[in-house]
């Protein structure tokens, strides 16, 4: 198995409403990924990071092997969550793929 874990943080210019409103989508959006790709095994969205944190929200996901994280990466449902409700919101993104 292979893990996939990001980090992101969202862009300054956001105020705090707009970030939980954004963490929210990305949440629904990128968890409600389960049952539609090969090969993923599970995918969790934490938003709620303590005080201490310097990142805004978290990835971890799980998948049967590269290929399968591969195939995640250029799935259309995959790109459409990550190109409407990610990527135009997050100022930096932190990636850690392992194999479990």
Same mark, same amino acid.
């Given at each position: 198995?292979?893990?996939?874990?990001?980090?992101?943080?969202?862009? $300054?210019?956001?105020? $705090?409403?707009?970030?939980? $409103?954004?963490?929210?989508?990305?949440?629904?959006?990128?968890?409600?990924?389960?049952?539609?790709? #090969?090969?993923?095994?599970?995918?969790?969205?934490?938003?709620?990071?303590? /005080?201490?944190?310097?990142?805004?929200?978290?990835?971890?996901?799980?998948? $049967?092997? /590269?290929?399968?994280?591969?195939?995640?990466?250029?799935? #259309?449902?995959?790109?459409?969550?990550?190109?409407?409700?990610?990527? #135009?919101?997050?100022?930096?993104?932190?990636?850690?793929?392992?194999?479990?």
């Amino acid at each position: 198995m292979v893990k996939h874990v990001i980090l992101w943080t969202l862009k $300054e210019e956001l105020n $705090e409403t707009q970030k939980e $409103e954004i963490k929210k989508g990305i949440k629904e959006g990128l968890e409600g990924l389960a049952g539609q790709i #090969p090969g993923l095994i599970e995918i969790k969205v934490n938003i709620e990071g303590l /005080e201490s944190s310097n990142a805004d929200l978290m990835l971890d996901s799980t998948f $049967e092997d /590269e290929a399968a994280l591969k195939n995640y990466a250029t799935h #259309p449902s995959h790109v459409a969550v990550a190109d409407g409700k990610v990527r #135009p919101y997050t100022a930096t993104r932190t990636c850690l793929d392992y194999i479990v």
